[in-house]
């Protein structure tokens, strides 16, 4: 499967964000898991989101109660809703994919297929 990012951009603190990730090649409704993880400039690639099957979903602390990760099978997309961003969420914004469900949904080294990333930037 391929898959590409966007939405990204540069936005104010407060402000709200929807990112997408198109799949091709594969329909995402045959993956157990996808995700949102982020990174930020000289920092590690860190966990944002992830959804099990059809509904059940995962955050981090950071972002729960603010992000909101869905998936609509019909378009083949993966989507990230940010609410009320913050600058501390400026990153390049990665999605991702794994056919089978792993208990370490936090993990990106357990993840099959990347996106190329897309640019959030949020000022104060």
């Known amino acids: 499967v391929q898959l590409q990012a966007s939405g990204g951009g540069l936005v104010q603190a407060g402000d709200s964000l929807r990112l997408s990730c198109a799949a091709s090649?594969?329909?995402?409704?045959?993956?157990?898991?996808l995700g949102w993880f982020r990174q930020a400039p000289g920092k590690e690639r860190e966990f944002v989101a992830a959804v099990r099957g059809s509904s059940r979903t995962y955050y981090a602390d950071s972002v729960k109660g603010r992000f909101t990760i869905s998936r609509d099978n019909s378009k083949n997309t993966l989507y990230l809703q940010m609410n009320t961003v913050k600058p501390e969420d400026t990153a390049v914004y990665y999605c991702?994919?794994?056919?089978?469900?792993?208990?370490?949904?936090?993990?990106?080294?357990?993840?099959?297929?990347w996106g190329q990333g897309t640019l959030v930037t949020v000022s104060s």
């Open positions: 991702t994919v794994r056919l089978n469900w792993n208990a370490q949904y936090y993990n990106s080294g357990h993840y099959d297929n």
């Open positions: 090649g594969r329909t995402l409704s045959g993956y157990s898991a």
